[in-house]
């Protein structure tokens, strides 16, 4: 007996050669959760051999790469893509070096905001009508989210509607859709099970399918009989083409190939599994941005230095007291670092990305805690565009617009800062080459002034100080024992702040 999923199944290679020049492409997957390895790997291999697809129009939500070779760095290549539109460009050099070269148009859009406008797409809306990204270098009245001169400025737009200023971002046909799944059933159907993330799967294989085009879609295995309905991601109706990947292409995460505790049922205690915070900068912030928190908060923690907070707060038996989740999907457990974020251990729940940040944007989130790499006066924070380097916002726009209190996370100055805990009192043994604080930023990521407008709870914490966002910009609160102001936070800025009443930070922490 024949079954729909006969005349689908092909190789990498056959299906890469499905793509044609000028295309407009979307990729799914987050860091290297749910990314189609196989298929991105053999577009690459033809475009070397044949020079072919050429002048692509590449639209991702997540960040998708390792920082070297894997996920979208196989796409990095000139004359294969046209233009990009993406939300995260770090893990992506390549990607990034052209873009900044001026070789591709390229923009940098919410993540949040990108996953939703294939959605938008998929259903025949205009695009994406959001709050979300007003006032930061994503609005028209900066620069529309482009990263170069080359860029035209026509993604976004400002509309008024209802007597209110909202963002339009444009929707795109889409033609081929390359997304992933655990398994494909012989009618086609794809399911998720040992996926760590669902992410935005349904909505580009509808997107493409509706605007006549194709769908690739990459699995490690095939099932004998027909998934349960309620596990079937996306409908076999919706894909074109099936390829069974080689394992090594088809790892959990470009961190792990394969850690059961992401898709497991949630556990009660997961404590167990988080690193002891050595005496140094990381656990101070963590241990002061963790003072933060509050019973029964819904929380989101980005990647790095806001990790620590987790590690802090089990250490103080305080992790089932508030609830973690990832802009990725999943709710509760405990978020995954490094190339494995996106994932979360033994989560609650795992919904597809496009709902989360519905979540998110409705302002959901009772707390936030995220990096920043430059702070000005105004208490505008840069975490996208240093010089030449291109990192894009990711989720962070979505995230710090909206959430209810919202802690910032940061060593003072970077590059070389050494300090030490001593007798209660912090030292700083060695000054960091790079200020944080800056006169003003090379480009607003988080928009200070709309903050003040919906009325947010913002704190910026550092190892030597707390700062809070108030109506007269920055104001230093609270400085670390033992640290002297006027040396070692005033003379470190490169504006003075609001000094009133400044207080110590709390000497537990110190201990």
Same mark, same amino acid.
């Given at each position: 007996?024949?079954?729909?999923?006969?005349?689908?199944?092909?190789?990498?290679?056959?299906?890469?050669?499905?793509?044609? /020049?000028?295309?407009?492409?979307?990729?799914?997957?987050?860091?290297?959760?749910?990314?189609?390895?196989?298929?991105?790997?053999?577009?690459?291999?033809?475009?070397?051999?044949?020079?072919?697809?050429?002048? @692509?129009?590449?639209?991702?939500?997540?960040?998708?790469?390792?920082?070297?070779?894997?996920?979208?760095?196989?796409?990095?290549?000139?004359? @294969?893509?046209?233009?990009?539109?993406?939300?995260?460009?770090?893990?992506?050099?390549?990607?990034?070096?052209?873009?900044? =070269?001026?070789?591709?148009?390229?923009?940098? *859009?919410?993540?949040?905001?990108?996953?939703?406008?294939?959605?938008?797409?998929?259903?025949?809306?205009?695009?994406?009508?959001?709050?979300?990204?007003?006032?930061?270098?994503?609005?028209?009245?900066?620069?529309?989210?482009?990263?170069?001169?080359?860029?035209?400025?026509?993604?976004?737009?400002?509309?008024?509607?209802?007597?209110?200023?909202?963002?339009?971002?444009?929707?795109?046909?889409?033609?081929?859709?390359? &997304?992933?799944?655990?398994?494909?059933?012989?009618?086609?159907?794809?399911?998720?099970?040992?996926?760590?993330?669902?992410?935005?799967?349904?909505? *580009?294989?509808?997107?493409?399918?509706?605007?006549?085009?194709?769908?690739?879609?990459?699995?490690?295995?095939?099932?004998?009989?027909?998934?349960?309905?309620?596990?079937?991601?996306?409908?076999? &109706?919706? !894909?074109?083409?099936?390829?069974?990947?080689?394992?090594?292409?088809?790892?959990?995460?470009?961190?792990?190939?394969?850690?059961?505790?992401?898709?497991?049922?949630?556990?009660? /205690?997961?404590?167990?599994?988080?690193?002891?915070?050595?005496?140094?900068?990381?656990? &101070?912030?963590?241990?002061?941005?963790?003072?933060?928190?509050?019973?029964?908060?819904?929380?989101?923690?980005?990647?790095?230095?806001?990790?620590?907070?987790?590690?802090?707060?089990?250490?103080?038996?305080?992790?089932?007291?508030?609830?973690?989740?990832?802009?990725?999907?999943?709710?509760?457990?405990?978020?995954?670092?490094? @190339?494995?974020?996106?994932?979360?251990?033994?989560?609650?729940?795992?919904?597809?990305?496009?709902?989360?940040?519905?979540?998110?944007?409705?302002?959901?989130?009772?707390?936030?805690?995220?990096?920043?790499?430059?702070?000005?006066?105004?208490?505008?924070?840069?975490?996208?565009?240093?010089?030449?380097?291109?990192?894009?916002?990711?989720?962070?726009?979505?995230?710090?617009?909206?959430?209810?209190?919202?802690?910032?996370?940061?060593?003072?100055?970077?590059?070389?800062?050494?300090?030490?805990?001593?007798?209660?009192?912090?030292?700083? &043994?060695? =000054?960091?080459?790079?200020?944080?604080?800056?006169?003003?930023?090379?480009? !607003?990521?988080?928009?200070?002034?709309?903050?003040?407008?919906?009325?947010?709870?913002?704190?910026? !914490?550092?190892?030597?100080?707390?700062?809070?966002?108030?109506? /007269?910009?920055?104001?230093?609160?609270?400085?670390?024992?033992?640290?002297?102001?006027?040396?070692?936070?005033?003379?470190?800025?490169?504006?003075?702040?609001?000094?009133?009443?400044?207080?110590?930070?709390?000497?537990?922490?110190?201990?």
């Amino acid at each position: 007996m024949s079954h729909p999923i006969d005349g689908k199944r092909c190789t990498a290679n056959e299906a890469a050669a499905l793509i044609e /020049d000028g295309r407009t492409v979307v990729s799914g997957g987050f860091v290297g959760a749910a990314h189609p390895e196989a298929l991105t790997a053999a577009i690459e291999r033809r475009f070397h051999g044949t020079g072919h697809p050429r002048d @692509l129009t590449l639209l991702y939500c997540a960040g998708q790469g390792d920082g070297k070779h894997r996920g979208l760095n196989h796409l990095a290549h000139e004359g @294969l893509i046209r233009r990009a539109a993406g939300a995260h460009w770090g893990l992506v050099p390549g990607m990034g070096k052209l873009a900044v =070269e001026g070789k591709i148009e390229a923009f940098s *859009i919410p993540q949040g905001v990108m996953c939703q406008l294939l959605r938008d797409t998929a259903a025949g809306r205009p695009g994406c009508i959001t709050h979300i990204g007003l006032d930061t270098f994503i609005d028209p009245i900066h620069d529309g989210g482009r990263l170069n001169k080359r860029t035209p400025d026509d993604f976004v737009e400002r509309v008024e509607l209802g007597g209110q200023t909202w963002l339009w971002y444009k929707a795109v046909p889409i033609h081929v859709g390359l &997304i992933r799944a655990t398994a494909a059933d012989p009618l086609g159907n794809l399911v998720m099970n040992e996926e760590a993330v669902i992410g935005e799967v349904l909505p *580009i294989a509808q997107a493409a399918h509706n605007h006549g085009g194709i769908v690739l879609a990459q699995v490690k295995r095939l099932l004998d009989t027909p998934a349960p309905p309620q596990q079937v991601r996306v409908p076999g &109706i919706l !894909v074109d083409r099936v390829i069974v990947a080689e394992p090594h292409e088809h790892d959990q995460t470009f961190g792990e190939a394969f850690n059961p505790a992401y898709c497991e049922p949630a556990q009660l /205690d997961v404590a167990g599994e988080l690193e002891t915070l050595p005496p140094d900068a990381r656990r &101070i912030i963590a241990a002061r941005a963790c003072d933060e928190l509050r019973r029964g908060d819904i929380a989101n923690l980005g990647i790095g230095m806001p990790e620590g907070i987790a590690c802090i707060a089990a250490e103080r038996g305080l992790l089932n007291q508030f609830t973690l989740t990832v802009e990725s999907g999943p709710t509760g457990g405990m978020p995954a670092g490094g @190339l494995s974020f996106g994932a979360s251990v033994h989560p609650h729940a795992v919904i597809d990305q496009p709902a989360q940040f519905d979540f998110y944007d409705g302002r959901g989130l009772d707390f936030a805690a995220l990096g920043a790499a430059q702070i000005d006066a105004a208490g505008n924070v840069n975490v996208s565009k240093f010089g030449t380097r291109v990192a894009g916002v990711g989720g962070f726009v979505n995230i710090t617009q909206t959430a209810r209190k919202l802690v910032f996370c940061a060593t003072f100055n970077a590059d070389g800062l050494a300090v030490e805990i001593d007798g209660g009192r912090l030292n700083i &043994i060695q =000054e960091g080459r790079t200020r944080k604080f800056v006169r003003d930023v090379e480009q !607003v990521s988080f928009s200070a002034a709309r903050s003040q407008q919906i009325g947010q709870n913002v704190l910026y !914490v550092t190892e030597r100080a707390v700062f809070r966002l108030s109506d /007269d910009g920055l104001e230093l609160i609270e400085v670390a024992p033992g640290v002297n102001v006027a040396r070692d936070v005033l003379s470190q800025m490169d504006f003075r702040p609001a000094v009133k009443n400044v207080g110590i930070m709390p000497a537990s922490i110190f201990e």
